[in-house]
């Protein structure tokens, strides 16, 4: 055999390579450059090219049934498609393989030959790779994996985090140079401080609005239940620690505010009975025999607050309302309670202090309920 017959020879092995390739449609010049030389492969090109377009133009028709079923356990028993227990299987292999409690995982294992031999290599990896010796990775190692993680941004400058660490005592006032040193060099501190400034420019910028009525009602009702403003008052032995004031009270208004409260619970003096109630208007008279004069004009503005209050009560939210109601009825109890004591000890001081207390108390809750209700 010359050189030539051997080359054509290996021509023709080189056409039959790339032959099906070039026919599902990849660019090969030397299909055609090989058919124009030798003429089986031409011949053998031209047939092919014929047959893939006479199979084009046959006309479309649906298999039959049969021929569906039998295309279909032909890929089954290749593993085309996975069963719906393969498939759970695999979708709990890995949660099963973390620690988690998967009793299907063993159980398909058992039944399933294939997911049983995959779990059995997986376990056999896992197993191999506990027994492998622990090694120190290399500084370079090291160095080249910082290097990838600051590039991420996995650790964060110390520029940065010192800005992070001042930057809601600059924006509440307080002189911090870094700030603004740091926010031109550094672009991201730089865009959220310009974002914060920028908010907090819109905010100021808001119209000033006045809460409703409604608003302010709830608010307080609100406070009220937290203990805001203080616990109820409930009888007048609980009210001692109002006993000290950061200021002085001056003698004149308290002892307005007894007057006050003698007109407020009158009708209550009167539920006990002419003589019971000729005794007690002498108590109260024996305490209030000593006011200056001048102070009863100061009586007669809180008891108007009083007036005031109870003509505007039912233009209040109910719980606003009901609020204040508890306060004061809390508030007559303790004062009830202290002219009780007074009626049968008119020089007992202790209670004629706690009763000026609560008389306080109550004035500042009228004047608190007549400010809120007209907002």
Known sequence: MDERQHQSIEECSRFDNE???????????????????????????????????????LPLETPSRAVWDKVRATLEADGAFVAPACARFDAELQDSLEGEVRPFIASHARDCAPCGALLADVQAIRQAARELPQEQPSPAVWASLRTKLQAEGAFAVPGCAQFEAELEDYLEGEARPFIMAHAQDCVPCGAMLADLQSIREAARALPQEEPSRVVWANIRARLEAEGAFGAPVSGWRQILAWRIFPHAIPLGVLAALVILGSLVTWR????????????????????????????????????????????????????????????????????????????????????????????????????????????
């Open 19 to 57: 032959l099906r390739a070039f026919l599902e449609g990849e660019t090969r010049p030397f299909i055609e450059v090989h058919a124009q030389d030798c003429g089986a492969c031409r011949a053998l090109l031209a047939d092919l090219r014929a047959i893939r377009q006479a199979a084009r133009e």
């Open 268 to 375: 209550d003096v009167q539920r006990l009975g002419n003589s019971e109630g000729a005794a007690h208007s002498a108590t109260v008279a024996a305490v209030t025999s000593a006011l200056p004069a001048a102070d009863i004009a100061l009586a007669h503005v809180v008891s108007d607050l009083e007036k005031n209050f109870r003509a505007n009560e039912a233009s209040m939210t109910p719980d606003l309302k009901a609020t204040y109601e508890k306060s004061l009825v809390s508030l007559d109890g303790s004062i009830r309670e202290c002219l009780d004591s007074l009626q049968h000890e008119p020089r007992n001081t202790l209670a004629h202090d706690y009763l000026l207390t609560a008389y306080t108390r109550k004035a500042e809750v009228l004047s608190s309920a007549l400010e809120f209700e007209g907002r």
